[in-house]
């Protein structure tokens, strides 16, 4: 497997994998990064790289993440991967290029699209439909029936009550709890809407 990213997100990633998947190289556009968890940092992809193994977009920023998955999607298979602690439901679906940590649960019906991070000890219960390019920090809880649009981020032990939407592009903060919809583009902190932010998925 390659690897992009070299920071906080690509240590966590190459910490899950490298006792049981090879890591082919690892890239980063930052030129300062040169070791990572002691591999060897290869710089800035190439535009004739050829893989010849699947890749990782170790990028924890939605926008980003997105960015590199649209200019790289026609050149490699982006591989997913499931922490051997998780519950990942057999009757669930996964979408390419996603992780699902440490102690996560995700259970029956539910769907999640491209290039998804669901962080350690993260709850997604039943049928819950998760967009791409999400971002679900550690110990947030979806309850049943939940729907994230594209990009969205939900902080670090946040709680979405059932049957809620939210939209694509939005911010949950840290400890909310989100009881209603919330329309795309918007943040919700503590237990009510702030704003409507500027569009920045594309």
Request: hydrophobic share 40%; aromatic share 6%; net charge negative.
């Amino acid at each position: 497997m390659y690897v992009y990213g070299a920071s906080g997100h690509g240590r966590v990633i190459i910490d899950m994998i490298d006792s049981y998947e090879k890591i082919h190289g690892i890239f980063d556009d930052d030129p300062s990064k040169k070791e990572v968890l002691g591999y060897p940092v290869l710089g800035y992809l190439p535009d004739e790289f050829i893989f010849n193994s699947d890749l990782f977009i170790a990028i924890g920023d939605n926008g980003v993440r997105r960015a590199l998955s649209k200019r790289l999607h026609h050149r490699v298979t982006f591989a997913s991967i499931i922490h051997e602690s998780a519950i990942f439901s057999r009757r669930a679906e996964l979408g390419s290029g996603c992780v699902v940590m440490e102690g996560s649960i995700i259970k029956v019906g539910c769907s999640l699209g491209e290039q998804v991070i669901v962080n350690t000890g993260a709850s997604i219960d039943h049928d819950c439909l998760i967009g791409d390019f999400v971002h679900i920090a550690p110990q947030a809880t979806l309850c049943g029936g939940i729907q994230l649009g594209e990009g969205t981020l939900i902080g670090a032990n946040a709680i979405i009550l059932p049957g809620v939407k939210i939209g694509a592009w939005c911010t949950i903060g840290a400890g909310a709890i989100v009881h209603q919809d919330v329309p795309d583009h918007s943040t919700w902190i503590g237990n009510r809407l702030q704003d409507k932010r500027l569009k920045i998925g594309g």
